[in-house]
């Protein structure tokens, strides 16, 4: 279910209570190129699983992307990955190599996308830009008109984040 934020304060993500933060669209909410989105994170245990910290999915096709830490495209012994995927998390846009958002570590971490191409997202981890997994992949970045969500990546609450999150832009 969802959860009441204030101003000033941090949102703690438990595992199994699939808790997480609808923002209903809004026309002035516009989440295309050029963005940036940015948030302070920690995660307690590891970073094994696919976890939204900004999605704007809810399962819709072409335009929705999801700002994660996880496997990324990995298998289960990749860990620690910084991400935007695309398409409800089939299209790896860009990601970080493994070990890269450490655990039990506040980290700040950054998407810049300034453009649609392949390697015109950046990714940054404590504001140093990280070593990538691989060149990326284009995507088009298009505004969609349903909610977006902190925490989860659609209203069912899947891939959700383990941890805390704060001060999300």
């Known amino acids: 279910g969802s959860i009441e934020a204030t101003h000033g ?3 703690t993500f438990v595992k199994g209570y699939d808790t997480f933060v609808t923002i209903t669209h809004n026309v002035n909410l516009v989440c295309t ?9 920690y995660v307690p245990g590891s970073v094994e699983d696919r ?19 996880g496997k990324g495209s990995g298998t289960a012994t990749d860990t620690g990955r910084l991400v935007m995927s695309g398409i409800s998390g089939a299209t790896i846009i860009r990601e970080s190599v493994n070990n890269t ?3 039990n570590t506040w980290h700040h971490v950054l998407a ?29 970045y298009l505004s ?3 909610s977006k969500f902190i925490g989860c990546r659609t209203a069912g ?11 999300v832009k």
Do not use: C, H
Request: glycine fraction near 10%; avoid cysteine; aromatic fraction near 12%.
């Open 9 to 11: 304060s941090a949102l």
């Open 33 to 41: 190129y050029p963005l940036t989105i940015e948030a302070y994170i």
């Open 51 to 69: 976890m939204t910290i900004f999605s704007t999915s809810n399962n819709t096709a072409g335009s929705a992307w999801t700002f994660e830490v």
């Open 101 to 103: 958002i450490k655990s």
């Open 112 to 140: 810049k996308v300034t453009g649609t191409a392949a390697g015109n997202t950046y990714l940054y981890v404590d504001d140093i830009e990280v070593t990538y997994q691989s060149a990326g992949n284009s995507f088009g």
């Open 144 to 146: 969609n008109t349903t």
């Open 157 to 167: 609450g899947d891939n959700s984040f383990i941890g805390i999150i704060k001060r």
